[in-house]
């Protein structure tokens, strides 16, 4: 296929590059956010996965303490 020179208008062409420049603003704004989000994620991750450990370890006391309380002794 042959490629074939296309002609736009002065104007035209203004507007096209206009667009594509703010379409490129606008991509990196949104990668920005984007990045904000993920650091966001792996902040609450951490912060659940700390939350969790620290039931674990309450859980586990719990039971310890029912343990020795409901146990008979010999």
Partial sequence: ME????FVKIED???????LHLMKEKLEIAK???????DFKKQEDTELAAWEAE?????????GISKTLLEPEM
């Fill in 13 to 19: 062409y203004k507007n096209i590059v206009d667009v």
């Fill in 55 to 63: 039931l674990e370890d309450i859980d586990e006391r719990v039971e």
């Fill in 32 to 38: 920005k956010l984007l990045a904000q989000v993920e």
């Fill in 3 to 6: 490629e074939m020179p296309v």
